[in-house]
């Protein structure tokens, strides 16, 4: 046994250059490429993190994985360090990524048995395992998850090659609700019939089973006798995805009224904003957070009690164009009605039609909750009066140049300002500021102003690249992340290609000199775990270079390259990268500890992924790390502070 291997040990140091072990990874357009971000927890080709916390993904049925990455990004199970990562991507390709992981067929390591086991438990386990517990009504594992127990398909996962407390922690989180499927959620049922003792039984006799040598999940789920049907088959399950998310055709020149509402609410993105995780469509119920409190978007559905289903287009108006409710009630600004007030009245009774289409659901509304003062409507009342005006300061008259055309989406349905635009003590937009940066309330992202080419202004980028940037949020330049990835996922690789022109043009044009000062940075949370595998190596004692680049070579060389010089289409370059440059460097910070995915858009429908380093790097690291990005291949900026970055990891 060690004499075997010894010999292949020998064998491999041999074959070490020959077989490429030990160079730099080679950039391959693949699947495993564009997964990377997930093997850096799962383990090289989903094969389980070291320790049991990070589980296998390897040869599970496609549909179930499936089933568990929508289950992350819409809130039935959480880990906020995947959702993150799933947020920008598509259901088809959350799909491809099941399928990719589900083809994989590796072997599984050797079972491990816990010294504290006695006998008579794992008799209990293997027991409620293979023929349940009529009793208690707890039915046989093995009647869904396969005689074999290696999973049945079409979304029924296998039970062995599973780590103790991984179990443990997955059939707690039924019990406690913390863990659900989508219903009918047997797992829920049958979870709420196991005691302590049964859970822990189960759990430890699962774990000491040898995973069969064809570890496949079974082709269907066995038949009930009593019913005649699979098991399994009425168990929650998720619908295959769509294709892909169809583009909203119908461009300006269309004469359906509701056709062109739909294409004005996807540049409006109020999808994104009237629907909460995991919720219905336009029914609202999203908690947008402000200094002031949480703010509840309203349901936009037909409902006639509950959503706009009552309205005429006339309340509709109201509500875009002066911020009123049908019943009067002014409207709290976190609905971007400072900006839609641009809005013509047509394009308001377009948008009316199309919600009138969208299917009624009736929603239990929510109370905003705002302190005192800006809980009342005489503070908004002031507020108004101070900062608002219906209409806006824009004059229209005379032939519609492209650029205003532009100008008009930027600053009306578009709605950059929210976030481009400074904001000052009572959250107001300054208009004398238009566009010049500001830190997103709330949050630890600072949108670059768009006027200033150090930052986010496009001045000196071609149209072809703008235009290409606001399809696909990827360029050579940099990409859209964060809070401008969902920009761009929900609204701006939806724009027409006439409007498209007009918005790059105006962004092109719309650059000033001057700027203002970047504003501090501000900070929130991070959930810490435990660190994947493969965390820090310390630099070599008495070595010379700096910590930066150590840490730059261990983590993040293989993608970003030698001199920081990227994998075009695929890894951004680094080396004059203003997200590395800019002089707040607060989102530089946020990438670096959540990664990210660039957009999945019609254009780049399957972008490739950077892992979060939040467990990796300490705040030293971290800081060191950005200061030998901000100064290596040319790039010139002022050094982050460790007290930045702690800053940065801390709720605001
Ligand atoms: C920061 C570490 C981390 C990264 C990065 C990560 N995951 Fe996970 N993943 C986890 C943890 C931890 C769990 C288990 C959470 C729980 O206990 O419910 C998990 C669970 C899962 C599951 C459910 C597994 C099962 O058997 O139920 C799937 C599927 C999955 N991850 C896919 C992915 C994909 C695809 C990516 C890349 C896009 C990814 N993960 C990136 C840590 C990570
Ligand atoms: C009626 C069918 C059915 C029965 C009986 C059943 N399961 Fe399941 N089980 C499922 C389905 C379906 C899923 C996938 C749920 C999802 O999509 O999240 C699942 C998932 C699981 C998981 C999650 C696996 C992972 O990788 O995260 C565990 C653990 C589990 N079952 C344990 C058990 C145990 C223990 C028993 C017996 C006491 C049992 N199941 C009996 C249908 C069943
Ligand atoms: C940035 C998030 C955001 C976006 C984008 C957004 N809304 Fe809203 N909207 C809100 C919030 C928050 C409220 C609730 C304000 C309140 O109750 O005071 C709201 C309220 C409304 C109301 C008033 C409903 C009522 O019952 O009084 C209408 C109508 C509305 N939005 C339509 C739209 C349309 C149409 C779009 C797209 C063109 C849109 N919204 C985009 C956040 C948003
Ligand atoms: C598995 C490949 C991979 C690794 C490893 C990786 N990155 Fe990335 N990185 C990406 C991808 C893909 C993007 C673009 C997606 C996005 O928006 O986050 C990106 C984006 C970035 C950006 C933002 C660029 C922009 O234009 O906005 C910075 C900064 C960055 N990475 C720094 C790092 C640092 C520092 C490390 C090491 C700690 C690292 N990356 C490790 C793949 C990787
Ligand atoms: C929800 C807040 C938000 C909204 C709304 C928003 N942005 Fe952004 N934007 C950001 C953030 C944060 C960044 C910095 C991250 C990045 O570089 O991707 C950014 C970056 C940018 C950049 C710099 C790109 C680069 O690579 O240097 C441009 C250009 C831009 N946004 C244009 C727009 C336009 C046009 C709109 C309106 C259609 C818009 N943004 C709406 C938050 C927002």
């Known amino acids: 046994m060690s004499g075997t291997f010894l010999r292949c040990l020998v064998l491999l140091i041999a074959l070490w250059p020959v077989l490429g072990l030990g160079q730099e990874p080679v950039f391959e357009n693949t699947m495993a490429e564009r997964t990377r971000a997930c093997s850096h927890c799962h383990g090289k080709q989903g094969r389980a993190g070291p320790d049991g916390y990070y589980p296998r993904l390897a040869g599970k049925p496609a549909a179930y994985l499936y089933n568990q990455l929508l289950n992350f990004r819409e809130g039935r199970r959480h880990y906020s360090l995947m959702t993150g990562l799933l947020e920008p991507l598509t259901d088809a390709y959350l799909m491809e990524m099941a399928q990719y992981f589900a083809g994989l067929n590796l072997p599984y390591p050797p079972p491990t048995l816990v010294a504290a086991t006695t006998p008579a438990q794992l008799a209990r386990g293997k027991s409620l395992v293979t023929q349940g517990d009529p009793q208690k009504k707890i039915p046989a594992c093995i009647s869904c998850h396969g005689d074999r127990l290696t999973g049945a398909l079409p979304h029924v996962p296998g039970l062995l090659g599973l780590p103790r407390d991984y179990l443990n922690a997955q059939l707690g989180g039924w019990q406690t609700g913390q863990r659900r499927a989508h219903g009918p959620d047997c797992m829920a049922t049958i979870a709420a019939q196991l005691d302590r003792a049964d859970v822990s039984a189960i759990s430890h006799w699962l774990a000491a089973q040898t995973v069969p040598a064809d570890s496949r999940p079974q082709a269907q789920g066995p038949v009930n006798q009593a019913t005649g049907q699979a098991n399994a088959r009425g168990c929650g399950s998720a619908q295959a995805p769509a294709r892909s998310n169809a583009v909203v055709s119908s461009g300006p020149a269309t004469s359906d009224l509701s056709a062109r509402g739909a294409y004005l609410a996807r540049i409006g993105n109020c999808q994104g904003c009237h629907t909460a995780t995991g919720g219905a469509s336009y029914a609202g119920g999203r908690g947008i957070e402000t200094p002031f409190g949480t703010v509840y978007t309203s349901n936009l559905t037909a409902d006639r009690e509950s959503g706009i289903g009552a309205w005429s287009p006339d309340d509709f108006w109201q509500a875009i164009h002066e911020g009123r409710s049908k019943d009067q009630r002014l409207l709290y600004p976190a609905f971007p009605y400072p900006s839609f007030t641009q809005?013509?009245?047509?394009?308001?009774?377009?948008?009316?039609?199309?919600?009138?289409?969208?299917?009624?659901?009736?929603?239990?509304?929510?109370?905003?909750?705002?302190?005192?003062?800006?809980?009342?409507?005489?503070?908004?009342?002031?507020?108004?009066?101070?900062?608002?005006?219906?209409?806006?300061?824009?004059?229209?008259?005379?032939?519609?140049?492209?650029?205003?055309?532009?100008?008009?989406?930027?600053?009306?349905?578009?709605?950059?300002?929210?976030?481009?635009?400074?904001?000052?003590?009572?959250?107001?937009?300054?208009?004398?500021?238009?566009?010049?940066?500001?830190?997103?309330?709330?949050?630890?992202?600072?949108?670059?102003?768009?006027?200033?080419?150090?930052?986010?202004?496009?001045?000196?980028?071609?149209?072809?690249?703008?235009?290409?940037?606001?399809?696909?949020?990827?360029?050579?330049?940099?990409?859209?992340?964060?809070?401008?990835?969902?920009?761009?996922?929900?609204?701006?690789?939806?724009?027409?290609?006439?409007?498209?022109?007009?918005?790059?043009?105006?962004?092109?044009?719309?650059?000033?000199?001057?700027?203002?000062?970047?504003?501090?940075?501000?900070?929130?949370?991070?959930?810490?775990?435990?660190?994947?595998?493969?965390?820090?190596?310390?630099?070599?004692?008495?070595?010379?270079?700096?910590?930066?680049?150590?840490?730059?070579?261990?983590?993040?060389?293989?993608?970003?390259?030698?001199?920081?010089?990227?994998?075009?289409?695929?890894?951004?370059?680094?080396?004059?990268?203003?997200?590395?440059?800019?002089?707040?460097?607060?989102?530089?910070?946020?990438?670096?500890?959540?990664?990210?995915?660039?957009?999945?858009?019609?254009?780049?429908?399957?972008?490739?992924?950077?892992?979060?380093?939040?467990?990796?790097?300490?705040?030293?690291?971290?800081?060191?790390?950005?200061?030998?990005?901000?100064?290596?291949?040319?790039?010139?900026?002022?050094?982050?502070?460790?007290?930045?970055?702690?800053?940065?990891?801390?709720?605001?």
């Not at 509304?365 to 705002?370: G, N, P, V």
């Open 343 to 652: 809005l013509s009245r047509a394009d308001s009774d377009a948008l009316f039609a199309f919600l009138k289409t969208v299917p009624a659901v009736k929603q239990t509304s929510w109370s905003h909750a705002l302190r005192w003062p800006y809980r009342t409507q005489t503070a908004l009342a002031v507020w108004r009066a101070l900062y608002f005006m219906p209409g806006g300061n824009v004059s229209k008259s005379g032939p519609v140049s492209v650029a205003s055309r532009g100008a008009d989406l930027v600053n009306g349905l578009g709605h950059c300002g929210t976030c481009h635009t400074p904001r000052n003590m009572l959250g107001a937009s300054r208009s004398a500021l238009d566009l010049q940066g500001g830190m997103l309330p709330m949050q630890r992202w600072y949108a670059p102003s768009l006027r200033d080419r150090q930052e986010g202004g496009v001045g000196d980028w071609s149209l072809d690249e703008v235009s290409r940037w606001l399809q696909t949020g990827v360029s050579a330049r940099g990409v859209a992340s964060g809070p401008m990835a969902q920009v761009v996922l929900h609204s701006t690789q939806y724009l027409s290609d006439d409007d498209r022109l007009a918005m790059a043009t105006y962004l092109r044009s719309s650059q000033r000199s001057s700027t203002v000062p970047a504003p501090q940075l501000r900070a929130s949370g991070a959930t810490l775990e435990r660190p994947p595998p493969g965390t820090v190596t310390n630099p070599p004692a008495g070595s010379k270079r700096p910590l930066g680049a150590d840490l730059y070579d261990t983590f993040c060389k293989s993608c970003h390259g030698e001199q920081g010089q990227g994998v075009p289409d695929a890894y951004p370059a680094l080396a004059g990268n203003r997200t590395v440059t800019m002089s707040n460097p607060s989102n530089l910070i946020q990438t670096i500890l959540w990664g990210g995915y660039s957009p999945a858009t019609e254009r780049n429908p399957r972008p490739f992924g950077m892992p979060p380093f939040v467990l990796n790097l300490s705040d030293r690291e971290l800081a060191a790390l950005s200061t030998y990005l901000r100064s290596s291949w040319g790039n010139l900026s002022a050094p982050v502070t460790e007290l930045e970055v702690s800053q940065a990891r801390e709720k605001p």
